[in-house]
């Protein structure tokens, strides 16, 4: 997974010292998700999202090469 974190950072001039404050998480951690090395929960995501005013979507991007499976519906009587 790759992420967008460091370009917002940059763009609000903080440290990844400064984000680990504002979401609770130590700086290693930040480091850790700036390299694509660490799959952050969905609260730690969305709390770091809300610190750099973006979505969730806007931070982190899925490689996914495969396409999704086709899903089915299937209707009963």
């Not at 460091?6 to 290693?28: F, I, M, N, P």
């Not at 694509?36 to 730690?44: I, M």
């Not at 995501?45 to 750099?52: E, N, V, Y």
């Amino acid at each position: 997974m790759q992420t967008e974190i460091k370009e917002y950072r940059a763009r609000y001039s903080l440290t990844q010292d400064d984000l680990a404050k504002k979401v609770g998480v130590r700086r290693e951690t930040i480091v850790f998700l700036e390299q694509g090395k660490y799959n952050p929960s969905l609260r730690l995501a969305h709390d770091i999202a809300k610190a750099l005013h973006a979505s969730i979507d806007d931070l982190f991007i899925f490689g996914d090469d495969e396409p999704e499976p086709e899903r089915r519906v299937v209707l009963v009587d």
